[in-house]
């Protein structure tokens, strides 16, 4: 740090000068969303999902030393996420120490929600005068959280059952998601499951999101399908309730409802009938 200053050159007709920084990324600090478990019930299945917690702030931070420290000219910025589109997200400040010679600055995000782009590598970047002179990488990460964590999906014998477990964390998680039906694993070499093995199939549609399909929904897929999801940060679920409608159910009702009109009908017209062929046998009597 020695070496910072301003070094000035004499030539044969001017002199020149130029102001030399010397710096270094001390230090940085990753920060990670808050989440908090809620008891979730769908049917007959008690489980845990994540949300986030709206009272808590991450926050990540970076520091630089820096010889020749002018308070006037420096200032740290950040580069990533959605600093450049949306910077009325994030709350950010610059402190110095003139006496370590040190530069901090922090980044806050104001309101976390569940949006990919506000997660991963942020740059943070020390700039004196117009003049970018370092920079360091930090990292704003969110644990595992199924956004549709509860839903429900009606389908009619015969057509098809898609659902899409949509995932949230940074880092990627590297291992599979963990279907079950009814609780029971999916993937494993249970009797249950086997038997319903030979419909289903999984394929993701963009890391780490993925999903499931039954191509022709039967009246005994009808059940709670959940997915789990983790990593070392934590874990979270997810679940949908697969309603398969039986057709009779609804015809029976309707036919006899139509039977009892129709009975009603029946009896009403009889009874005016009846009524009409009694008053034509009634003869009045005359006296003589």
């Excluded at 809620?38 to 489980?47: A, K, N, V």
């Excluded at 922090?106 to 020390?126: A, F, K, M, V, W």
């Excluded at 999984?202 to 897929?221: F, K």
């Excluded at 036919?255 to 034509?280: D, P, Q, W």
């Amino acid at each position: 740090m020695s070496s910072s200053g301003v070094y000035r050159c004499r030539g044969p007709s001017a002199m020149s000068s130029v102001n030399v920084h010397v710096v270094g990324a001390i230090n940085s600090v990753n920060g990670s969303v808050i989440l908090r478990p809620r008891e979730e019930i769908l049917g007959r299945l008690l489980y845990f999902s994540s949300h986030i917690d709206p009272d808590e702030r991450p926050s990540i931070s970076c520091q630089f030393v820096i010889g020749n420290l002018d308070p006037d000219q420096t200032k740290i910025i950040w580069r990533g996420g959605l600093c450049k589109s949306h910077p009325e997200f994030y709350e950010t400040s610059t402190t110095l120490n003139l006496s370590s010679s040190t530069a901090s600055g922090r980044l806050t995000l104001i309101h976390p929600e569940l949006n990919s782009q506000l997660y991963g590598t942020y740059q943070c970047i020390l700039k004196v005068g117009p003049e970018e002179v370092g920079s360091s990488e930090v990292k704003l990460a969110i644990p595992p959280v199924v956004k549709n964590s509860k839903s429900y999906v009606y389908r009619y014998p015969g057509e098809k059952f898609v659902h899409t477990c949509e995932i949230l964390t940074q880092p990627t998680v590297k291992s599979s998601v963990v279907w079950a039906r009814n609780k029971i694993p999916l993937k494993s070499d249970t009797t249950s499951s086997t038997k319903h093995l030979q419909r289903i199939r999984w394929d993701s549609v963009t890391l780490p999101d993925d999903r499931i399909v039954i191509d022709a929904v039967e009246l005994s897929d009808r059940a709670i399908y959940s997915c789990f999801v983790y990593n070392d940060m934590g874990n979270s679920t997810g679940a949908v309730y697969l309603k398969v409608i039986n057709i009779w159910s609804i015809a029976l009702p309707i036919i006899l409802v139509i039977g009892e009109l129709l009975v009603f009908s029946g009896s009403a017209l009889f009874y005016t009938k009846f009524k009409n062929m009694c008053h034509r046998q009634v003869v009045p009597l005359h006296r003589s």
